[in-house]
T-cell receptor, first 111, second 115 residues
Framework: TQLLEQSPQFLSIQEGENLTVYCNSS?????LQWYRQEPGEGPVLLVTVVTGGEVKKLKRLTFQFGDARKDSSLHITAAQPGDTGLYLC???????????FGKGTSLLVTP | DTGVSQNPRHKITKRGQNVTFRCDPISEHNRLYWYRQTLGQGPEFLTYFQNEAQLEKSRLLSDRFSAERPKGSFSTLEIQRTEQGDSAMYLC?????????????FGSGTQLSVL
């Protein structure tokens, strides 16, 4: 099983602060995906990173895929209360069927 | 935008009872997934269907769990003789094609509470 370790597990910050969350594995992935999940809802895809060293920006969110394709990070600039949620990274198993998720980083942004 | 629909949204049952959940994927999606999620954890893969064929099952899917997808449309997940440890959110997801960067569309889940 290809495990995805996410850190930190919990993060509570004030509006306007910057933050970075991490997704690490000892395995190589062809791609990694980042999802955000709000309470009582299913995860929603934010981005997919494919190429080692790739950086993708989605408004105030910056995603990076490690050169070796074993890790990824998500940086949020000037966090807003609307960013509150569970951030999950995910990668496909060797079988190619199962999309496996990390345990997530629970982010709380207070006004 | 019909999205992935799951019913019921909430289910409370007594230990030992059987429960069945339904998932209606996005209509043109031929791939369907079931996940289980407990509080503070990420979704855990349970099983995967391509059309009506169940191609992969997790070791988490014990003999008490069975999933079907007749005619490759909606899917059902049945849990027999429920246990308190089965309490969780059960999520269904669907996707259109197994491209390299396949995007999964999730439903809102069925929250199961076993008393």
């Amino acid at each position: 099983t290809q495990l995805l370790e996410q850190s930190p597990q919990f993060l509570s910050i004030q509006e306007g602060e910057n933050l970075t969350v991490y997704c690490n594995s000892s395995s190589v992935f062809s791609s990694l995906q980042w999802y955000r999940q709000e309470p009582g809802e299913g995860p929603v895809l934010l981005v997919t990173v494919v190429t080692g060293g790739e950086v993708k920006k989605l408004k105030r969110l910056t995603f990076q895929f490690g050169d070796a394709r074993k890790d990824s990070s998500l940086h949020i600039t000037a966090a807003q209360p609307g960013d509150t949620g569970l951030y999950l990274c995910a990668g496909y198993s060797n079988s190619g069927y199962a999309l496996n998720f990390g345990k997530g980083t629970s982010l709380l942004v207070t006004p | 935008d019909t999205g992935v629909s799951q019913n019921p949204r909430h289910k409370i049952t007594k230990r030992g009872q059987n429960v069945t959940f339904r998932c209606d994927p996005i209509s043109e999606h031929n791939r369907l997934y079931w996940y289980r999620q407990t509080l503070g954890q990420g979704p855990e893969f349970l099983t995967y269907f391509q059309n009506e064929a169940q191609l992969e099952k997790s070791r988490l899917l014990s003999d008490r769990f069975s999933a079907e997808r007749p005619k490759g449309s909606f899917s059902t997940l049945e849990i027999q003789r429920t246990e308190q440890g089965d309490s969780a959110m059960y999520l269904c997801a669907s996707s259109l094609d197994r491209a390299t960067n396949e995007k999964l569309f999730f439903g809102s889940g069925t929250q199961l509470s076993v008393l």
